[in-house]
C-alpha cells in the first residue's frame, strides 16, 4: 500500500516553455501533497505544501507565480513549471500523506530537463 | 527552511560492521524524526520513525532520539554492501518535512 506514481518520469524542454507534472496517490487519499526539489548530491528542499482543496503553502524564496501547483482531489496534485529556464534544471520529487498517516510517501521523482 | 545537520560523510565501513549515522536539529518544536535511504537517482524510502526519547529497533536498524539534545541518530548492525546509499534524516515540524542534507555511506564488501 501508499503508493505514488508521478509523471512524467523525464521531460525535456525549451527554456520559455511550461511543464506539467502529475503525482498521484495510487491507493490512498492524500489529504496533503508535498513538493520538492533536488539538485545534484544536495538534499530535499520543501517548495510547497498543498491541501486538497486549498492553495498551496509556498515556502520562502519559492516563487508561487512560477510554480503553480494546483491539489484539485484527494488523489492528485500538479506543478507546473511556468516559462521555465535552464537553471529550473533539476529532479522534482512529491509526496503525499493521508490522515491517518504517520509520515509522506514518495514518488519516484521527475527529471527536468530544460534546454 | 528550519535546519537539520547531517555528517556528508562519506562514511565507509567494512561489510559486517556497524554503521553510525548523526543528525542534529534545531527546532525544538519538532515532533516526528525519520531516517530515509536514498539511492543515487532515485527517490527516498522510508527507514525508520521515532517519535519519543529513547531506542527503535527494527530489525537491522535502531534509531535513536535525545530530544533534549536534539539528536537523532541511525545505527545499522551487520552492513551489507546493498545498504550503500545517502541516509537522509527528516524532522516533522507541524506537518512540514525538513531534511538534512544526507550522509553518504559506502560499505566495502
Known amino acids: 500500500g501508499a503508493v505514488v506514481s508521478q509523471h512524467p518520469s523525464w521531460v525535456i524542454c525549451k527554456s520559455g516553455t511550461s511543464v506539467k507534472i502529475e503525482c498521484r496517490s495510487l491507493?490512498?487519499?492524500?489529504?496533503?501533497m508535498f513538493w520538492y526539489r533536488q539538485f545534484p548530491k544536495q538534499s530535499l528542499m520543501l517548495m510547497a505544501t498543498?491541501?486538497?482543496?486549498?492553495?498551496?503553502?509556498?515556502e520562502q524564496g519559492v516563487e508561487k507565480d512560477k510554480f503553480l501547483i494546483n491539489h484539485a482531489s484527494l488523489t492528485l496534485s500538479t506543478l507546473t513549471v511556468t516559462s521555465a529556464h535552464p537553471e529550473d534544471s533539476s529532479f522534482y520529487i512529491c509526496?503525499?500523506?493521508?490522515?491517518?498517516?504517520?509520515?509522506?510517501?514518495f514518488g519516484p521523482g521527475t527529471r527536468l530537463l530544460v534546454l | 527552511q528550519k535546519e537539520v545537520e547531517q555528517n556528508s560523510g562519506p562514511l565507509s565501513v567494512p561489510e559486517g560492521a556497524i554503521a553510525s549515522l548523526n543528525c542534529t536539529y534545531s527546532?525544538?518544536?519538532?515532533?516526528?524524526f525519520f531516517w530515509y535511504r536514498q539511492y543515487s537517482g532515485k527517490s527516498p524510502e522510508l527507514i525508520m520513525s521515532i517519535y519519543s526519547n529513547g531506542d527503535k529497533e527494527d530489525g537491522r536498524f535502531t534509531a535513536q532520539l535525545n530530544k533534549a539534545s536534539q539528536y537523532v541518530s541511525l545505527l545499522i548492525r551487520d552492513s551489507q554492501p546493498s545498504d550503500s546509499a545517502t541516509y537522509l534524516c527528516a524532522v516533522d515540524n507541524f506537518n512540514k518535512f525538513y531534511f538534512g542534507s544526507g550522509t553518504k555511506l559506502n560499505v566495502k564488501p
Open positions: 509526496s503525499a500523506k493521508g490522515q491517518n498517516q504517520e509520515t509522506q510517501y
Open positions: 491507493d490512498f487519499q492524500a489529504t496533503t
Open positions: 498543498s491541501n486538497e482543496g486549498s492553495k498551496a503553502t509556498y
Open positions: 527546532d525544538r518544536g519538532s515532533q516526528s
